[in-house]
């Protein structure tokens, strides 16, 4: 996976959902609302997509929820492929990869 965003950003985890990723990452996280580039690997395939940060979860919740630190990111628009591979109901979080 690659990520654009001009404090840069790395995923040290990816969990797939319908309609969304969750990024396992550090804090300092990009403000809700920011929008970021996105290029994803699912299946063998890339696709290219937009998306905006629409939740945090820091490390002091992480930790009280025995989760990962990290943001959601809902998908703006998804392609309508991406799609349909997000919304198989057993996706595997290590199936999106790197490109």
């Known amino acids: 996976m690659r990520i654009q965003h001009p404090q840069g950003l790395e995923a040290h985890r990816v969990e797939v959902c319908k309609g969304g990723l969750f990024l396992g990452c550090e804090e300092p996280f990009p403000p809700l609302f920011t929008r970021l580039s996105l290029t994803l690997r699912l299946d063998g395939e890339d696709f290219t997509c937009e998306g905006e940060v629409v939740r945090h979860v820091d490390t002091a919740h992480a930790r009280t929820w025995g989760s990962t630190a ?18 198989r109901p057993h996706a595997p979080e290590d199936a999106v990869t790197s490109p």
């Open 70 to 87: 990290g943001i959601g990111v809902q998908l703006q628009p998804t392609p309508p492929r991406l799609r349909e591979l997000l919304s």
